[in-house]
């Protein structure tokens, strides 16, 4: 079976690491350099990019991450980790740098202050029923690249129509945090991903 790798540096680890158990996925944290080369794939997980950016370079991860995301590493981030596998990012802290491979851009805590944190249900394409999203400071993302498939898009509201989740090959990013609560289809989705590119 593949090893996931989850990156433990920063922001709600445990969710993700509980949500592949439930799937019957074993995990592994990813702290250290040498630890990047032991993984077939990377879960960048919520929380909060700016910090998570400065620790992996503290931690001497951005540039072993980054090469094993250029030959093609299968990732998934959920919210910060949407803009930390992003190659732009609008409304980013100054100097904030992200490990990039999506060709997006997201923005950063876009849907502002009235609507924070919301929930919503969402179409997702290859799902059958409907995904319970809970975003909370969530980016969307303001454009995709050719190689970008859009896989869900918020319905309603002052929002509707914004991109919320992407994929594009190995990697796959949501707005929202589908490690919080028991849905656990999204998390398979990605195993799947792994699974055959492995
Ligand atoms: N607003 C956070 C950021 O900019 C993301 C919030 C989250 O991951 N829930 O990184």
Known sequence: ???????????????????????GVDTVPVRRPEEVGRIDALVVPGGESTVMD????????YEPLRERLEHGMP??????GMIMLADRVSDGAAGQQTLGGLD????????GRQVDSFEAELDFVGLDEPVHAVFIRAPWVDQVG??????????????AGKIVAVRQDGLLATSFHPEVGTDRRIHAEFVKIVSSRA
């Open 146 to 159: 050719d190689g970008v498939e859009v896989l869900a898009r918020v319905g309603e509201g002052p929002a």
């Open 75 to 80: 990732a998934y981030g959920s919210c910060a």
């Open 1 to 23: 079976t593949p090893r996931i790798g989850i990156l433990a540096v920063q922001g709600d680890v445990r969710e993700h690491v509980a949500a592949f158990h439930e799937l």
């Open 104 to 111: 997006i851009t997201v923005r950063r805590n876009a849907f």
């Open 54 to 61: 400065k620790l992996v370079r503290t931690f001497g991860l």
